[in-house]
Every structure is written in C-alpha cells, then in structure tokens.
Nanobody, 121 residues
C-alpha cells in the first residue's frame, strides 16, 4: 500500500511559479512510475507529467517547456515545478503512482487527495 500526500498548491497570478510536492509512504517508492494529473471543474482528469523509476520524463503538450517533473527517491518525493503559469492551469492537481511504466491514462494504482492551484489573470 502506498499513501500519497500533495502540498504546495495556492493562489498565484499569471506568469508566477509554484512547486508542488508529493510525499509517498512505503519503502518501494523508487520502483514506481509517478504521475501528476489535474482536474478542472466540469472537466475530466488529465495527464500533466510523468516520471519513470529510471527518471525518464513525459509531459502533456500544454505544459511542455513550462513544467518540470522530478523525483528524489531518498526523500520519497516527486515534484512538479510549474513556471509561467496560465489561467488555464487552474485545477486540482493530483499525484499518482503505479507499477510498470508511466501512463498518460488515469490507470494508476494509488492517488493523493489533491492540491488546489488557482491562477488569476
């Protein structure tokens, strides 16, 4: 069983930066593929970024060049650095973990509770 706890969300202005963190319980964190997803009101949950156990990274086209995903296995933590934030980035951001490879679908084994990111114009 893996528990995920996100933090770092907040209210910012367009153009600002935020860093989200997700701390995982369990001793096998390094073997999991990790993903960040987001869900805006009335929208489906969508893939934002993913990182494999080998640190290969994957991004949605909408965030490429602005967001960076990274992981620190010693701290059981995955990060999402978000720069040049836009109003359309407003959503609840979720951290997720799965065995195997990174997936852009929501078929992950474990999910955090989410953290709100609001970007004002």
């Amino acid at each position: 069983q893996v528990q995920l706890v996100e933090s770092g969300g907040g209210l910012v202005q367009a153009g600002d930066s935020l860093r989200l963190s997700c701390v995982a319980s369990g001793r096998t964190f390094s073997s999991y593929a990790m993903g960040w997803f987001r869900q805006a009101p009335g929208e489906e949950r969508e893939f934002v970024a993913g990182i494999s156990w080998g640190r290969s990274t994957y991004y949605a086209d909408s965030v490429k060049g602005r967001f960076t995903i990274s992981r620190d296995n010693a701290k059981n933590t995955v990060y999402l650095q978000m720069n040049s934030l836009k109003v359309e980035d407003t959503a609840v951001y979720y951290c997720a973990a799965k065995t195997g490879v990174v997936a852009v679908s929501v078929k992950y084994d474990y999910w955090g509770q989410g953290t709100q990111v609001t970007v004002s114009s």
